[in-house]
């Protein structure tokens, strides 16, 4: 059974840029497509993008100017970088294994924008 | 980007009763690519519904999924305690991939 972790800090700096990784487990990184998908506060969940073992990326373009999603198949984990932080950007930010609809969810990890 | 609307905002139910929740796109899904998912307190989302109408692995066939075009609805048969969660819908047909705001299924 594949699982998801999310590692990364919990708070971080306006203007700051933040890392994510996910680990993933019980599965291989390269036969699957996988993206980060986020929550704010009481708001619905936003697609940010996704990564592909052939380098192939996709992002939401409310983002794209702001985000990366990159691959390290040698560790079997994936992670995102989002830049320019605001407070806006708070959010529980979920990685998963999908290219379409999402099947597996990490279980999420909360991160804050404030100074 | 297609965005999706989900009605009612919350549902009050009975254990036993049956639930339909729906979601309304602002354009047409290619290929119906509508999922469900559903998402209790503190938890991630799990996915319940695709394509419409294709349960994932392991959940119960109470969960059922219809529609097409811009109209689709989760329909929950006999709500069971496990069943009172929030409910989001995702389509993927056309990229930016969204969600609705979500359906709230409580307990009456």
């Known amino acids: 059974q594949v699982r998801l972790q999310e590692s990364g800090p919990g708070l971080v700096n306006p203007s700051e840029t933040l890392s994510l990784i996910c680990s993933v487990s019980?599965?291989?990184?390269?036969?699957?497509?996988w993206s980060w998908i986020r929550q704010p506060p009481g708001k619905k969940l936003e697609w940010i993008g996704y990564?592909?073992?052939?380098?192939?990326?996709d992002y939401n373009p409310s983002l794209k100017s702001r985000v990366s999603i990159s691959m390290d198949t040698s560790k079997n984990q994936f992670s995102l970088n989002v830049d320019s932080l605001s407070v806006t950007d708070t959010a529980v930010y979920y990685c998963?294994?999908?290219?379409?609809?999402?099947?597996?969810w990490g279980q999420g990890t909360l991160v804050s924008v404030s100074s | 980007e297609i965005v999706l609307t989900q009605s009612p905002g919350s549902l009050s139910l009975s254990l036993g009763e049956r639930a339909t929740l729906s979601c309304r796109a602002s354009?047409?899904?290619?290929?119906?690519?509508l999922a469900w998912h559903q998402q209790k307190p503190g938890q991630a989302p799990r996915l319940l519904i695709y394509?419409?109408?294709s349960r994932a692995a392991g959940i119960p066939d109470r969960f059922v999924g219809s529609g097409s075009g811009t109209d689709f609805t989760l329909t929950i048969t006999r709500l069971e305690p496990e069943d009172f969660a929030v409910y989001y819908c995702?389509?993927?047909?056309?990229?930016?991939?969204?969600f609705g705001q979500g359906t709230r299924v409580e307990i009456k």
């Open positions: 998963t294994r999908g290219f379409g609809f999402v099947d597996v």
């Open positions: 019980g599965g291989s990184i390269t036969s699957h497509y």
């Open positions: 990564v592909f073992n052939t380098g192939s990326t």
């Open positions: 354009q047409t899904i290619p290929n119906n690519y």
């Open positions: 394509e419409t109408s």
């Open positions: 995702q389509q993927y047909g056309r990229s930016p991939r969204t």
